[in-house]
């Protein structure tokens, strides 16, 4: 009975390792390999950009703090289009019940292939840059 078991299993990894069966599994997954690419592609340029550029972006950010305070006191009115942002960039919600927490970790769970290239693609390019 063993050795049928063996041949079994060696078979099962050699119909996984065959050429037609992976060429079809990375086709099937272009578009998380797309995103992955993407994500890892934007995070080196930011983490290059961030890494010669850190002393624009701390007025960049102190600017955008002071646009939100003055938002705040009702100075300026700023309105952001949520549901065109987010169908823009691709991001999904799953069904929640409308805790943040919840939200916010459906969020990481449905995207966490694109948010962890860019997050290498950013470490690489702070180590280049």
Not at 20 to 28: C, L, R
Not at 42 to 61: E, N, Q
Not at 98 to 123: E, H, P
Request: aromatic share 10%; glycine share 12%.
């Amino acid at each position: 009975m063993a050795p049928q078991t063996a041949n079994n299993w060696v078979d099962s990894v050699k119909d996984s390792l065959n050429v037609e069966t992976i060429k079809q599994k990375v086709w099937d997954m272009r578009g998380i390999l797309t995103g992955m690419f993407v994500g890892f592609g934007i995070g080196f340029i930011a983490g290059y950009l961030l890494k010669r550029y850190a002393h624009l972006l701390a007025i960049i950010i102190g600017i955008l703090i002071g646009i939100v305070i003055l938002n705040r006191l009702e100075l300026v009115d700023l309105s952001i289009n949520q549901d065109k942002l987010r169908s823009f960039f691709g991001i999904e919600y799953g069904a929640t019940d409308g805790d943040m927490v919840q939200m916010l970790w459906t969020w990481i769970k449905t995207n966490i292939l694109i948010v962890l290239s860019f997050a290498g693609g950013c470490a690489f390019g702070l180590r280049v840059g």
